[in-house]
């Protein structure tokens, strides 16, 4: 008997294991969903510059002899007038120890922003970045201030939150009021590293916003050939010093000067700014400086000596207070992805710059 309820309590169990075997299991719950935010563009704006043949800004330009595409789509131009929007200017600083030794120039140039860029009705912020983001002066009218802010810019740290700096500058200038044309001006150099933001996130919220970047390149060589041997060693970059990121011109040595010269020379940036926009991730063997200044419409220079420096922002000043603007209201907005604007001007001997286009997608 005691074997039989033995052989009872341990049948029972088993049986019990055997029927919640057959149960089907419950799937795992899903995911939550990412966060995302689609975009409505109502309106595009086109900052136009236009040429001549010796490189003369072209001022009697009329609404008849332009055509806006968009996707290949011709759009009926809402407004088309030469800029007179005051500016909104955040200036964006590389303070990272590769480029300590060039710091020194860089203070110096703050009363060239206020003479060459702002003009009488500009506002100014100013952003460092290291191995932190700091804002440094909120936005300004007040000249002084902007100086005294430039002359407290000191070296920090050793990386260079390139993406986070900008991030931070779409947030501040996206607040500005849309009667301002919002402008972003880099002095750094062409390294993005320490970054929490995906490097391609700063640059679609730039085309949606309409933002415009001028990017300055700082030279690390040059900041090594003026380095102090007392000065600390610092971390050294993807490239070797003396080692150009680009190709330069065949049959022809690469300096300096020949770098500065090579500007959007290469015909793959249009293919390369896509993927960036469309994954957010960095696109190898590329100068993201380069590709923001192109992605937005502005200009990418390089930099060597003092001289150099200050050419740059006076030219500039001179593009932002040379620059049609042009509106329409995209017929096909509905439609995601990237959108390519191409602007044709109806006249002989002209050059033309304006921004490539903009991504319509969801943002995380």
Do not use: C
Not at 273 to 299: I, K, N, P, S
Not at 336 to 347: A, D, L, P, S
């Amino acid at each position: 008997m005691r074997k039989v309820r033995a052989l009872f309590f341990l049948i029972l169990p088993l049986a019990g294991f055997a029927a919640l075997a057959q149960q089907p299991q419950q799937p795992p719950p899903p995911p939550e969903p990412e966060a995302r935010i689609v975009v409505p563009v109502e309106r595009v704006t086109v900052p136009l510059v236009v040429r001549d043949m010796r490189g003369e800004f072209i001022y009697d330009l009329e609404r008849g002899e332009v055509t806006v595409l968009d996707n290949g789509v011709p759009q009926q131009i809402r407004t088309f007038e030469l800029a007179t929007e005051p500016l909104s200017v955040v200036i964006l600083v590389d303070t990272s120890q590769r480029v300590a030794p060039l710091l020194g120039r860089v203070r110096e140039s703050g009363i060239l922003f206020s003479s060459y860029i702002l003009g009488q009705s500009g506002e100014a912020a100013l952003i460092t970045f290291d191995s932190y983001v700091n804002l440094r002066q909120d936005f300004t009218t007040d000249t002084d201030e902007l100086l005294q802010a430039f002359q407290k810019i000191q070296a920090g740290g050793s990386q260079t939150r390139l993406a986070d700096a900008f991030d931070q500058a779409v947030g501040l200038l996206r607040k500005r009021p849309r009667d301002r044309r919002r402008v972003v001006v880099i002095l750094s150099e062409a390294l993005n590293e320490g970054s929490t933001t995906p490097v391609g996130q700063p640059l679609r919220w730039m085309q949606l916003e309409e933002i415009s970047v001028y990017a300055v390149a700082l030279s690390a060589l040059e900041a090594d050939l003026r380095r102090r041997p007392e000065d600390s060693p610092v971390r050294s970059s993807p490239y070797p010093p003396g080692v150009f990121t680009r190709p330069g011109t065949p049959g022809q040595p690469q300096t300096p000067t020949t770098v500065a010269q090579e500007q959007y020379s290469r015909a793959n940036l249009l293919a390369a700014l896509t993927t960036l926009v469309r994954t957010m991730r960095d696109v190898v063997g590329q100068d993201v400086l380069e590709l923001y200044a192109y992605g937005t419409g502005g200009l990418h220079h390089s930099t060597f000596g003092r001289a150099a420096l200050e050419d740059v922002l006076k030219g500039i000043g001179q593009d932002l207070h040379n620059q049609y603007v042009i509106t329409y209201q995209p017929s096909n907005r509905e439609q995601m992805g990237f959108h390519r604007i191409e602007v044709q001007v109806n006249r002989s001997g002209v050059s033309v710059r304006h921004r490539p286009g903009y991504y319509l997608g969801a943002i995380l």
